[in-house]
């Protein structure tokens, strides 16, 4: 009889299948849970810039370089153009208020002066010809005028005899009016010489105003010829200290090139190159300090130069408030710190590497035990030289890593080791 056998269930071959299967699902699940987690990475903290997030005063400022310049320059240019025929002092000298500087000689204005000259004088004689000439003539129509007039009232006399005298009877009438017509023909000539006589005086005062017009005309012309002439020796405007002197004997100017400047040694004034980013925030009034001698000085922005340089930057001229520093001279640079803002409290985090990285969106904030440092969004505001304002993600007191993050690539968090 045939004995029924029963087929087993779990074979070693199929124990083996599913180990393996549940093995690789194992591996993947431990994959997915570390992968999962926060990414670490252990650093040594004395390779870390570790920073207290502190609260204080806080002013925006820039640093820019100033010049030190004399608080007024007056250019000196060419005012006709000439060959130097002469120098009376050198650079640097001190001078006074119209000391002569350097003399330039042009024949050509020289001669147009003289030329002048004489056309003015040629004139002055023609207008004392014109005026003689006019009184002779004018006492002549005076002298006729004098005759006519004689003979009108000599008319007149014999023509009211005559008529009382033809009223009376006593002459004819033939007599009578050859008296009323000479009277009447005196009676029309002494009008016509007076009316002569008046136009004569009208036409002589216009004459006169007309050539007295002209000759000032021609004198004003001659003073401003003299003026360039006189022009040709160089002076100063004013008292101060000739620099830049550029100019040398037998050198040729040309009318309008620049000869020189004189400084004022009333006072200085600094001149700042300022990035032109800053244009719209930068106006007269805003302060600034430098370090000078172990002290600090302050400045006020006073004019604000707007166009660009090709360098991409513009510039502004700052003065002295208060005491000038002592031995401060033409020409220093200075270190100034240009403030930007008021001065104001404050939540601040130092500058560091960090920003590089992070762009100030977040950074590595310190456990309070200083085991670890996690990642924490944070929001900053305006900069200084220094530091950073943080707007929103720190609290004083906080410590935080402000030194580099380019190794930590996509890391979570800092296991820090001492």
Same mark, same amino acid.
């Not at 350097?102 to 023609?126: G, I, P, R």
């Not at 017009?213 to 004003?220: F, R």
């Not at 004019?303 to 991409?312: A, D, E, N, P, W």
């Given at each position: 009889m045939d004995r029924k056998i029963e087929k087993k269930t779990w074979n070693s071959k199929k124990i083996l299948t599913i180990a393996g299967i549940t093995g690789v699902i194992i591996l993947i699940g431990g994959s997915i849970y570390l992968t999962s987690g926060k990414s670490k990475l252990d650093v040594d903290t004395e390779r870390l810039t570790i920073s207290t997030i502190t609260k204080g005063p806080f002013q925006e400022f820039i640093p820019v370089n100033g010049v030190v310049m004399p608080l007024t320059t007056i250019y000196l240019d060419a005012s006709e153009g000439g060959v130097v025929e002469e120098k009376y002092v050198e650079d640097?000298?001190?001078?006074?208020?119209?000391?002569?500087?350097?003399?330039?000689?042009?024949?050509?204005?020289?001669?147009?002066?003289?030329?002048?000259?004489?056309?003015?004088?040629?004139?002055?004689?023609?207008?004392?010809?014109?005026?003689?000439?006019?009184?002779?003539?004018?006492?002549?129509?005076?002298?006729?005028?004098?005759?006519?007039?004689?003979? #009108? %009232?000599? *008319?007149?006399? =014999?023509?009211?005899? +005559?008529?009382? &005298?033809?009223? @009376?009877? !006593?002459?004819?009438? /033939? $007599?009578?009016?050859?008296?009323?017509?000479?009277?009447?023909?005196?009676?029309?000539? #002494? %009008?016509? *010489?007076?009316? =002569?006589?008046?136009? +004569?005086?009208? &036409?002589?005062? @216009?004459? !006169?105003?007309?050539? /007295? $017009?002209?000759?000032?005309?021609?004198?004003?012309?001659?003073?401003?010829?003299?003026?360039?002439v006189a022009g040709l020796v160089l002076r100063a405007p004013i008292d101060g200290q000739l620099t830049s002197m550029d100019a040398e004997v037998g050198q040729s100017k040309n009318k309008g090139e620049h000869l020189g400047q004189i400084d004022v040694q009333s006072g200085f004034k600094v001149r700042v190159d300022i990035d032109e980013h800053y244009l719209s925030r930068i106006?007269?009034?805003?302060?600034?300090?430098?370090?000078?001698?172990?002290?600090?000085?302050?400045?006020?922005?006073?004019?604000?130069?707007?166009?660009?340089?090709?360098?991409?930057?513009?510039?502004?001229?700052?003065?002295?408030?208060?005491?000038?520093?002592?031995?401060?001279?033409?020409?220093?640079?200075l270190q100034v710190r240009l403030a930007l803002s008021d001065q104001m409290q404050a939540v601040l985090v130092p500058k560091g590497g960090f920003f590089q990285q992070t762009g100030g969106n977040w950074i590595f904030k310190v456990s309070e035990d200083g085991s670890k440092a996690y990642k924490v969004n944070i929001v900053l505001g305006r900069q200084s030289p220094d530091y950073y304002v943080v707007t929103e993600g720190l609290n004083p007191g906080d410590k935080v890593i402000t030194s580099s993050y380019e190794t930590y690539g996509d890391i979570q968090e800092l296991v820090l080791k001492k």
């Open positions: 640097g000298a001190t001078l006074k208020k119209g000391d002569p500087i350097l003399k330039l000689s042009n024949t050509d204005l020289e001669l147009n002066l003289a030329n002048q000259e004489t056309a003015v004088y040629a004139e002055q004689t023609q207008m004392q010809i014109s005026h003689n000439n006019a009184q002779q003539n004018t006492i002549s129509k005076l002298n006729t005028m004098a005759d006519v007039e004689n003979a #009108y %009232k000599e *008319a007149e006399r =014999i023509y009211k005899l +005559d008529k009382h &005298l033809y009223d @009376q009877k !006593a002459i004819g009438l /033939q $007599e009578y009016q050859s008296a009323k017509n000479t009277y009447d023909y005196q009676v029309n000539r #002494y %009008k016509l *010489a007076k009316q =002569i006589l008046s136009q +004569d005086t009208s &036409l002589v005062k @216009q004459q !006169a105003s007309q050539a /007295q $017009e002209q000759y000032s005309h021609m004198k004003t012309t001659l003073e401003l010829m003299r003026k360039k106006y007269t009034g805003l302060k600034g300090d430098f370090q000078f001698a172990d002290k600090t000085y302050n400045l006020v922005i006073k004019k604000v130069y707007t166009q660009v340089k090709s360098t991409g930057s513009f510039q502004v001229d700052m003065q002295f408030v208060g005491a000038v520093p002592t031995g401060i001279r033409k020409g220093q640079t």
